[in-house]
């Protein structure tokens, strides 16, 4: 079938994106505002944009009433944060920080969390994290119901038992994606396929 997003609703549009493009990886994002509370969420609009200089980029969906989220306003007001990967030994806490807690009410302490200073932000990282990335605000896009940050990484923490031959063993990590609905799915049969090379 086709079906014309200008023909239903942006919920019925919604549940078609979060349906068909998954998995979706997780970014936990720390900011903080202008009174140092910290501010925590998850987000699965997230992926790379750039190696060089390494950006990525996440995007958070507007409240009901088209003000801006926490974590964009905060973000936007002083241009730091740091994006985590979500796991499997995290994700059930990393859920409970997607409370809608009031402004000035850190989800952290609300899902026993623990925040550890950052090395070239002044957010800090979250220590129950394998992976974090210090992050300055590069560019901020008003997509209508959302607003896409990017980021440029300015410093990459990963824990050691994570790394081998430079780079991330993702079976040690064990990342955690986000389906449709309440459904999450952790990484499950991988294979490898080499580029083809082609040949005049």
Do not use: W
Request: proline letters at 6%; aromatic letters at 6%; charged letters at 20%.
């Amino acid at each position: 079938m086709y079906i014309a997003a200008s023909a239903q609703s942006a919920h019925d549009n919604y549940k078609l994106l979060i349906g068909s493009i998954i998995p979706r990886p997780i970014a936990f994002v720390t900011s903080i505002n202008e009174q140092g509370v910290v501010n925590a969420a998850p987000f699965s609009f997230f992926n790379i944009v750039n190696d060089e200089p390494p950006m990525i980029m996440f995007s958070c969906v507007r409240k009901a009433t088209g003000e801006m989220k926490h974590t964009a306003s905060n973000i936007l007001g002083n241009g730091e944060f740091v994006v985590h990967i979500v796991d499997e030994d995290n994700v059930a806490a990393i859920n409970h920080t997607s409370i809608n807690a009031p402004e000035g009410v850190s989800e952290l302490e609300l899902a026993g969390l623990t925040p550890v200073p950052g090395q070239m932000v002044r957010v800090p990282r979250i220590e129950e994290c394998k992976v974090a990335m210090e992050c300055r605000l590069t560019r901020h896009v008003e997509l209508g119901h959302c607003d896409m940050i990017i980021g440029e990484v300015l410093c990459f923490y990963v824990e050691d038992e994570l790394i081998h031959n430079g780079r991330i063993d993702a079976a040690k990590l064990k990342p955690v994606s986000r389906l449709a609905g309440a459904s999450y799915a952790a990484v499950g049969r991988t294979f490898d396929m080499e580029r083809p090379q082609y040949e005049s």
